[in-house]
């Protein structure tokens, strides 16, 4: 585990950043550790355990809205690589984007129309809707709630994590 969680004052998920940024922190005293693992750093007149999970002291105003843009990856990082119809997970690169209402019947390339499915999956579908097509879908599309997912997703992610990551 080589990343570390970073929340805000209020608990939400702000960014993930490196070891080393963390303890930097940590040791300014503008963060304090909220989980950590049972590795230690040792140094002549420190003994931190290694933080999973920090927060930081004062509170970071976000922006409430940010543009995402609905693309491939942000798509795949908000379904969390499982496929919305059968919810198999098998690999990044296994997956395709699948429009829930097809654009040939006017949908369109949105956050609330568009999921992660597997190619057997999107074969079976074809250009149909999941209702006629008898694969109800196992979550609702909807656009996230934070852009720092687009962060957790592509660096590993710990256990630990998953209590503060209110994505859906």
Not at 34 to 46: K, Q
Not at 88 to 110: C, E, F, N, Y
Not at 135 to 142: E, G, K, S
């Amino acid at each position: 585990m080589s990343n570390v969680l970073v929340l805000n004052a209020t608990y939400e998920p702000l960014s993930v950043v490196s070891i080393r940024r963390a303890i930097v922190l940590l040791l300014k005293e503008k963060a304090e550790v909220v989980e950590a693992t049972h590795a230690r750093l040792r140094a002549e007149h420190v003994d931190l355990s290694v933080p999973s999970v920090i927060r930081l002291v004062t509170y970071v105003p976000v922006p409430p809205r940010l543009p995402l843009p609905v693309s491939r990856r942000t798509v795949l990082a908000r379904d969390n690589y499982t496929c919305q119809y059968c919810g198999a997970q098998p690999g990044k690169t296994q997956l395709t984007i699948d429009h829930v209402v097809p654009r040939s019947k006017g949908g369109g390339t949105t956050w609330d129309n568009v999921v992660a499915a597997c190619a057997p999956c999107n074969r079976r579908k074809g250009n149909r809707t999941p209702d006629a097509a008898g694969l109800p879908l196992r979550t609702v599309p909807a656009r996230p709630r934070y852009l720092a997912f687009v962060l957790l997703s592509e660096r590993g992610r710990d256990d630990s994590w998953e209590k503060y990551l209110d994505i859906y």
